[in-house]
């Protein structure tokens, strides 16, 4: 693990008003997410995102996508299909083995995961764990697939199973021979998706952290194999500075290397990404050094070959595999939850999402101080040019205390006011979400100077408090 990146302990950590309460509160009331199928009572763990989460959460696949593709030149996208030859999952191994122990208890006659009971909540006594109390009686694990299952065709019979995806990266492993021939790439060069992954977990929970469906931000990246390691290396740097530079605080992100039990069987080397969250450390992204496992298993059951020649040299050989895997859904929390303050303006507490920048749903909103004197015209007048720049939102609806506060909560770093002077010298006021500073700005310059401070660099203010 690189040393820049040791826990470093901050009063932050203790200080945070954050809880995932506040969020999931947070999230509806404004219109982020909603539990999804609501009017019919509620489907458990399935969320519907709102405007403002479409906003975000494309934000945040945007900058994955930056990082992959605009800031560099060896990797190249893919969007595959989510329904896959069955014989995928024979080969990659997820039939015989992306299973979960599980157990049931005889008495409450509710299912756990064997590996997180000191996660769950018994069913009699939320207060303790399952198997804590003595009328507890739970069975023997069993292993069960989280593949959801499903038919093609019109009849079901033999041979029309197929699975929704439980992860992107096969899609990739199924294209190499594809890109290797369309792309004019030669290892070390990589494949990025972003997409939907499905997986029936047992125990789902804290809001978007774990759910059926989410979506997978990953990328396979195919090198010689004997610069496995230095590659290996290089993606835990890049993915960890990835999450700092869009804001999260140093000192709530941290790097995990697997022990030997917990590596997968196919990787000699896994490092999780772990936010501290409300509920504590967890996975954010995981990176794996998963040897040339994935291409030889394609390439056995496909009877293809799946290799490197190197038309010079004549050199082949199998290309060894760094996949960085993160969810995009994950990391929208994250955000939220890192972003999340509260503070006092005028004796009145004030909720405000500290986002990057880059990454807030609404970059500036426009505010007639009043709803009359020409003062709206003019208003529109700076929304319309605005909005060719930046996502911008226009609002004159109620006290101007007020429309500051719900743009505060969904995260819009700047609010153009314009006042009764504006009409007079074409001059508005600038507020900053954070510093709270209203600076004087010419109409002229407004567009050029949103975009200036959008470029520039961000730290989160939470780390000053
Ligand atoms: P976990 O240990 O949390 O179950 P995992 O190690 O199985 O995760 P991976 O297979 O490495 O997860 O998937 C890569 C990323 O996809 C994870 O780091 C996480 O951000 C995201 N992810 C995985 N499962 C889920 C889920 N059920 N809901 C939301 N995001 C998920």
């Not at 890109?179 to 125990?203: C, D, H």
């Not at 709206?376 to 429309?403: C, F, H, K, S, W």
Request: charged share 30%.
């Amino acid at each position: 693990m690189p040393n820049c990146w040791a826990q470093i302990p901050s009063a932050s950590v203790e200080t945070d008003v954050v809880s995932m309460d506040k969020i999931v509160s947070l999230a509806k009331r404004r219109g982020f997410v909603f539990p999804s199928s609501e009017i019919y009572g509620g489907l458990g763990s399935s969320y519907d995102y709102g405007h403002y989460g479409v906003l975000l959460k494309n934000n945040v696949k945007g900058q994955w996508w930056r990082a992959m593709l605009q800031e560099r030149d060896d990797i190249v996208a893919l969007d595959s299909a989510i329904i896959q030859h069955p014989e995928t999952w024979r080969a990659s191994g997820h039939l015989a083995g992306f299973t979960d122990p599980l157990v049931d208890c005889r008495t409450c006659k509710l299912r756990f995961r064997a590996d997180k009971l000191d996660e769950a909540q018994c069913g009699r006594k939320p207060s303790k764990h399952p198997g804590e109390t003595p009328d507890c009686d739970l069975t023997e694990a069993r292993d069960f697939n989280l593949m959801f299952e499903t038919t093609v065709g019109p009849v079901k019979e033999e041979g029309s199973t197929v699975y929704l995806r439980p992860e992107t990266a096969q899609g990739i492993f199924l294209n190499f021979k594809n890109y290797l021939q369309f792309s004019r790439k030669r290892p070390p060069f990589g494949i990025a998706q972003i997409g939907k992954s499905f997986r029936n977990e047992i125990t789902t929970g804290n809001f978007i952290f774990r759910t059926r469906e989410f979506e997978q931000m990953e990328m396979e990246f195919f090198v010689p194999p004997p610069e496995a390691g230095r590659w290996f290396e290089h993606w835990l740097e890049q993915r960890m500075s990835w999450w700092t530079r869009l804001g999260i605080r140093p000192d709530h992100v941290r790097l995990r290397p697997h022990d030997t039990e917990e590596l997968s069987h196919y990787s000699s080397a896994t490092s999780d990404i772990e936010y501290l969250f409300p509920i504590g450390w967890s996975e954010l992204e995981g990176i794996a050094n998963r040897g040339d496992f994935d291409l030889r298993q394609h390439a056995e059951y496909s009877g293809q070959k799946l290799e490197y020649v190197d038309t010079v040299s004549g050199d082949r050989y199998v290309p060894h595999v760094i996949e960085p895997a993160a969810g995009a859904d994950r990391a929208m929390l994250a955000f939220m939850v890192d972003a999340y303050d509260e503070d006092e303006i005028e004796g009145e507490t004030r909720t405000v999402l500290r986002l990057h920048p880059l990454l807030a749903p609404v970059k500036v909103a426009v505010l007639p101080l009043v709803r009359k004197d020409g003062q709206p015209e003019l208003a529109a007048e700076i929304y319309r040019d605005l909005r060719e720049r930046v996502q911008t939102e226009y609002d004159e609806g109620g006290a101007i205390g007020r429309r500051y506060r719900r743009q505060d909560e969904i995260g819009t770093p700047w609010a153009v006011t314009i006042d009764h002077q504006s009409l007079e010298d074409r001059t508005v006021t600038l507020r900053d979400r954070d510093s709270l500073a209203q600076d004087r700005v010419p109409i002229g310059e407004l567009g050029e100077e949103i975009e200036r401070r959008l470029r520039a660099a961000w730290q989160s203010p939470k780390l000053q408090g």
